[in-house]
């Protein structure tokens, strides 16, 4: 395949405890690299840990896929011409649709200004090179876990919002309720004294 084009590879899902294969458990990478012997490689090896992989050699293309379909993580190689893979981790993160992708930067530089660079940069993760495949996929592993984790605290958070909403409409309409009971009950003692008043007036002309 030529420079440039994507190329997809649809790995086996993973067995699950069960022994039953479930193709919904699959999750989808996108790994971006100018060099088309590292995404074979990262493929082959994604494969046996049972992940979607779709390829891409460019900064560019690789936010054109990302804008055109949902990924649950994308490995991103720190160093490629053209637009880097800084460039494409601030494109993500600026933007509200990928704000929240799970995204880990593949650098050949260990140094701690790197890790700086990219974790400020809004990276989940940096894995350096040279790095086994199984450390690789422990962390990529991680990351998707703990992606799951803050999913579920916000969907759960969202439906707290909303019974907290729901009762606080329920409240407003209770003390609604109260406030005209209480000008209803008003009304009543203002009628029964004008009455009063009134039979007390008859009462003083009759005795006269």
Do not use: W
């Not at 590292?38 to 460019?58: P, T």
């Not at 990302?66 to 800084?86: C, E, N």
């Amino acid at each position: 395949m030529g420079k440039g084009m994507a190329s997809e590879m649809e790995l086996l899902p993973r067995e699950t405890s069960s022994g039953v294969f479930r193709q919904g458990q699959t999750r989808t990478i996108l790994a971006v690299d100018d060099s088309r012997t590292n995404l074979n490689a990262i493929s082959q090896q994604l494969a046996k840990h049972g992940y979607l992989v779709v390829l891409c050699e460019s900064g560019g293309e690789a936010l054109d896929l990302i804008a055109a379909r949902g990924f649950d993580l994308v490995l991103l190689d720190l160093v490629m011409p053209g637009m880097s893979g800084l460039s494409v981790l601030r494109e993500i993160r600026s933007s509200r649709e990928t704000a929240d992708l799970p995204v880990i930067v593949v650098t050949g530089r260990s140094d701690p200004e790197a890790t700086i660079e990219v974790l400020g940069a809004g990276a989940d993760d940096h894995v350096a090179k040279p790095f086994t495949f199984d450390v690789l996929a422990a962390r990529i592993e991680r990351v998707l876990a703990r992606t799951r984790r803050i999913a579920e605290l916000k969907r759960s958070n969202a439906m707290l919002d909303a019974r907290i909403a729901a009762r606080a409409m329920e409240l407003g309409e209770t003390r609604a309720q109260l406030a005209e009971t209480r000008a209803d009950r008003l009304r009543l003692i203002a009628s029964l004294q004008a009455l009063n008043d009134r039979l007390e007036a008859v009462s003083e002309t009759s005795g006269a």
